[in-house]
């Protein structure tokens, strides 16, 4: 076997994981084979290094500052977040431009290249050399070409194709990096949760926005909400014995007409509620939903006796693992932490035993077991929900959030004759904020005792 020509050789960096193919064309016996190898990409994978772990720059803080005030409507962290990206990519276009542009011709094989001439090489992460000798090519497969020997920056010379008019790189090196909907996306694909953390610890301490839930826009161009409208919107919570009113249903209520984007006027209608403390937000993450604080039953406001402890919640991942066994029969809230709830796996469906002082309470548990049926709130601690069992009676109910507890099931305990002990199947429905209850055979007071 005879190496006719080796036309194309550039140092390899295996780590790159964008891949094109450099081809080696061997003779034997009258055949040429092809040998394909791996090669590192185009400049196009540093758009999507090292996100995960990002700073965000005041320059970054006043772009997104920016297009929030030329858009005119408020903007959650996900539409944030693509901004940010979006931004990032074009900047990185920018400075890989501008470093194309100071070290010299890019280097294709199907371009010439004369002696002396600075050349970049975007397959060898943007290594520069200078062009010291130009040779004709031997390869009776390919025709006539080029080999052009290269000094590089790092002091060793390499030698490459030229005048070569088929070669996968003519057409590869050319695809600049762009801001595409595609390159997006894979980025917030797999770092957008750190992306999203990094922006919103930054815009903490942003005074010129504000922030309804995880939607944020510049104080500044807020809708005006005055005292009168407050007032108005207190007499409709009243009328609806506390509530709850959506906020469309109070912007349609109050009859608040305006040229302005209706996401602005809800969006400032929502803050100013906020800021006033006549008015707690109980509508599950993403449905903003009113009710006059105090009309709110007690047993949301005040923590019923029977749950309250003076022990300290137990850390339940560091626990011995038969002693985790019977915590997780107990499914008791004190007895895991906020990091377990989180790290607990979703369900459709979950049974929760009925302990004493739910029971006495009117009440049921957050524990993991229950984690994604009961609906939670970026912001609010109380959400209003609804139960409807078997016989398709609705049972109004809240979710007090920071003490993990759902509450309101008393009468309906007593008219399912449940006792300490008995089994209560809890499950998602359609709707969001409507929860499927039913008791399953209840054990004997034998059995209990």
């Not at 509620?273 to 039953?297: A, C, H, I, M």
Request: charged residues 25%; proline residues 5%.
């Amino acid at each position: 076997m005879r190496v006719v020509e080796k036309y194309l050789s550039v140092c390899l960096n295996p780590n790159q994981s964008f891949l094109l193919t450099r081809k080696y064309f061997m003779y034997n016996s009258h055949r040429f084979k092809y040998i394909e190898e791996l090669m590192a990409s185009t400049p196009a994978q540093s758009l999507t290094d090292n996100w995960q772990d990002i700073t965000i720059t005041q320059a970054d803080l006043q772009n997104l500052t920016n297009t929030l005030f030329e858009r005119e409507v408020p903007m959650d962290i996900d539409a944030l977040a693509r901004v940010f990206v979006a931004t990032r990519i074009k900047t990185q276009e920018a400075e890989i431009a501008a470093k194309i542009k100071s070290l010299g011709k890019v280097y294709i094989p199907g371009e010439t290249y004369a002696v002396d001439e600075a050349i970049v090489f975007p397959q060898m992460n943007w290594q520069s050399g200078r062009v010291v000798a130009v040779r004709p090519g031997i390869n009776p497969q390919i025709g006539n070409f080029d080999v052009m020997t290269v000094s590089l920056e790092n002091g060793s010379e390499k030698q490459f194709a030229a005048n070569l008019p088929s070669h996968d790189l003519n057409d590869a090196v050319q695809e600049q990096p762009g801001s595409s909907t595609e390159k997006v996306d894979e980025i917030l694909r797999t770092s957008g949760r750190e992306i999203k953390a990094s922006i919103l610890g930054a815009l903490k301490n942003q005074s010129e926005l504000v922030r309804i839930g995880n939607a944020w826009f510049p104080q500044s161009l807020l809708v005006d909400m005055h005292k009168g409208q407050l007032n108005l919107v207190e007499a409709l919570l009243d009328s609806q014995s506390g509530g709850p009113l959506s906020s469309a249903e109070l912007i349609k209520e109050m009859e608040l007409k305006s040229t302005d984007n209706p996401k602005l006027i809800e969006f400032s209608l929502n803050y100013a509620l906020q800021e006033d403390n006549r008015f707690d937000e109980v509508g599950t993450s993403g449905q903003y939903s009113w009710f006059l604080r105090k009309l709110e039953p007690k047993y949301v406001l005040e923590k019923p006796i029977t749950l309250q402890s003076v022990a300290p919640c137990l850390v339940f991942s560091e626990l011995p693992e038969e002693t985790q066994k019977l915590f997780s029969e107990l499914n008791d809230e004190l007895s895991y932490s906020r990091k377990d709830l989180d790290l607990a796996p979703q369900k459709e469906t979950a049974s929760l035993v009925l302990n004493y002082p739910h029971w006495r309470a009117g009440s049921l548990p957050i524990t993991p077991a229950v984690m994604g049926i009961f609906p939670s709130a970026l912001e609010t601690e109380h959400v209003k929900v609804e139960f409807v069992d078997d016989q398709n009676q609705r049972i109004s109910a809240w979710v007090v959030i920071p003490d993990r507890y759902v509450i309101g099931l008393r009468e309906w305990f007593e008219a399912q004759d449940l006792i300490p002990g008995s089994i209560v199947e809890v499950s998602n429905t359609e709707h969001q904020g409507i929860i499927h209850i039913r008791a399953e055979k209840k054990r004997t007071n034998k059995e209990w005792i």
